[in-house]
């Protein structure tokens, strides 16, 4: 996960529409909004969309040993630093090894190569179907995790990678981001060979090894080789997203499991002032610090207007009917309006967004200033300063079309651009409602029961399935984290301290995958 929405403490925000917003103007909007909303709006077709009636079923698996495989897995230290030249060979090809030993029916059946360019250490599992006419089916997990700063190891109850399991938890880095996710599948898979069982369709699990620094060397490679070797269109592709979790949506104090399917697009770009410099005694009129300052002042000033994804109207259109009855009409309006038109309820829902800065981030394209560098000493004149500024796009809006905007904004053209990023354009929006989705939600009900919402959402961040759904062959791609946590409160374990994840929940993550290979062949 990397994340920025692999930032799924931020994701949190991502989801509250008013609960973010405690001021008293934003209840002021809401209030006006419940006093306005019934003008236009028909809610005779804006009913529940939750599958009823699907039987629970419980797998039987070897949670012991399951267990002891996954505590093993978090021992690997397979860190991706920002700084990629501090990379951990040998953590990596340690951690290949374990999976090879731990899981040999897999390693006999599937074919695996290792890949990644410039260094090969992801992974590519082909499960061979039966009937290679069918569409293929893909999982994808990543096997890196991000660092535990030192100043934050006290605060941990457990050593981050000892792979401790204690109090009915299994501990450490990694075990929620997203190791459970690859050990949930191979466990799965290695059950289902153990039966004699083969899928009809093509399987590929792909495990990368740099999702949370964008993928560029992992997933991205795994998707350029895939759609050279010609595969056409994935019929089904899952990635990890959001666990679920109760009460994560205010409103809906019940369990929710959000289904990512559409994700922002991510390119970060360079601007840079070179001039003279010279000692502070002597200082020029502008400085290269003080010009650049000035360019990102306007920067900042110009930003992307907003407008209602597709995604956010799916979102809702699922949300919207299990929220109190005095908000649906604005719900309603937009769950059902039109691209290029803004209704007043619906720019009132964009004022609202607004006003929180991460809601607003489902708006429109974000302009994040990340990083500013100039000068060695105080008393010397840098010749030249740079800016980071990573965007976050909306579908159009393009390199070219952000660079045009950065351009437009500082009318100065002294200052450079420059692309600095493995650049990734929004993605396609994966279809809901269709047999692939709503396997999918079959599948969430099958195991973790009826008495829960499931909803599609839009995802600000990224994962490393954005390489695979920005392109034709895999428009639907659904991401979730197969994975029931207790409560909001697990989420700081994303990236931050004391990572764990429930031992007899883990079970019921290894149950989904078992019987998400069953569920395919309906497809």
């Known amino acids: 996960m990397k994340k920025s929405i692999k930032t799924y403490v931020c994701f949190l925000g991502v989801l509250l529409l008013f609960g973010c917003n405690q001021s008293g103007e934003g209840k002021s909007s809401l209030e006006e909004q419940e006093s306005t909303s019934q003008e236009n709006v028909n809610l005779d077709n804006f009913t529940s969309m939750q599958m009823k009636g699907v039987e629970q079923i419980a797998v039987d698996v070897d949670l012991d040993g399951a267990v002891k495989r996954l505590s093993k897995a978090v021992t690997f230290p397979t860190i991706s630093n920002q700084d990629r030249n501090d990379f951990d060979t040998k953590a990596f090809l340690d951690y290949h090894k374990f999976l090879e030993a731990s899981y040999p029916l897999v390693h006999k059946t599937l074919k695996k190569e290792v890949l990644g360019d410039p260094r090969p250490y992801s992974l590519l599992y082909t499960w061979e179907g039966k009937d290679t006419s069918l569409e293929p089916a893909l999982f994808y997990a990543h096997e890196d995790v991000v660092p535990v700063p030192a100043d934050s190891r006290d605060q941990w109850e457990v050593d981050p990678f000892a792979g401790t399991v204690k109090d009915g938890y299994i501990w450490g880095r990694g075990v929620l981001d997203d190791k459970n996710q690859i050990h949930a599948i191979l466990e799965a898979a290695e059950m289902k060979i153990k039966e004699g069982w083969q899928p009809s369709r093509t399987i590929y699990f792909v495990f990368g090894q740099d999702e949370e620094v964008g993928g560029p060397e992992g997933a991205k490679h795994i998707a350029d080789v895939l759609e050279a070797r010609g595969i056409k269109r994935f019929a089904y592709v899952m990635d990890e997203s959001a666990p679920l979790t109760p009460g994560i949506f205010p409103g809906i104090e019940e369990n929710t499991a959000l289904i990512g399917i559409a994700q922002k697009g991510f390119i970060s770009l360079e601007l840079k002032m070179e001039g003279v410099g010279g000692h502070s005694s002597q200082p020029p009129t502008e400085s290269n610090i003080g010009i650049l300052a000035k360019a990102i002042t306007k920067l900042e000033e110009a930003q992307f207007p907003y407008r209602i994804h597709p995604a956010v109207r799916s979102q809702y259109r699922y949300m919207g009917p299990e929220l109190p009855e005095e908000q649906q009409p604005l719900y309603a309006a937009v769950a059902f309006g039109k691209d290029g038109e803004v209704t007043d309820l619906e720019q009132k829902f964009i004022d609202v967004m607004a006003q929180n800065q991460v809601t607003r981030a489902m708006l429109h394209t974000t302009i994040a200033v990340s990083m500013f560098n100039a000068g060695v000493k105080d008393n010397v004149l840098p010749p030249a300063a740079t800016a980071v500024v990573n965007f976050r796009p909306m579908p159009g ?27 990734t354009p929004a993605t396609n929006i994966a279809e809901v409602g269709n047999p692939a989705y709503n ?66 929940e883990y079970g019921k993550s290894i149950g989904f995958f078992y019987t998400i290979f069953d569920n395919l062949e309906e497809l």
Not at 399 to 420: C, F, G, L, Y
Not at 464 to 490: C, G, M, W
């Open 439 to 504: 396997m999918l939600e079959k599948t969430i009900r099958q195991i973790w029961g009826n008495d829960l919402m499931v909803s599609p959402f839009f995802v600000i961040g990224g994962s490393d399935s954005k390489h695979f759904q920005a392109r034709p062959f895999a428009p639907d791609v659904y991401t979730i984290t197969a994975l029931q946590l207790e409560n909001t409160k697990e989420f700081e374990g994303f990236h931050g301290v004391n990572e764990r994840i429930l031992v007899s």
């Open 397 to 423: 809006d393009t390199p070219e079309v952000i660079i045009q905007h950065v351009k437009d904004a500082i009318q100065d053209d002294r200052i450079s651009i420059k692309d600095i990023s493995a650049s």
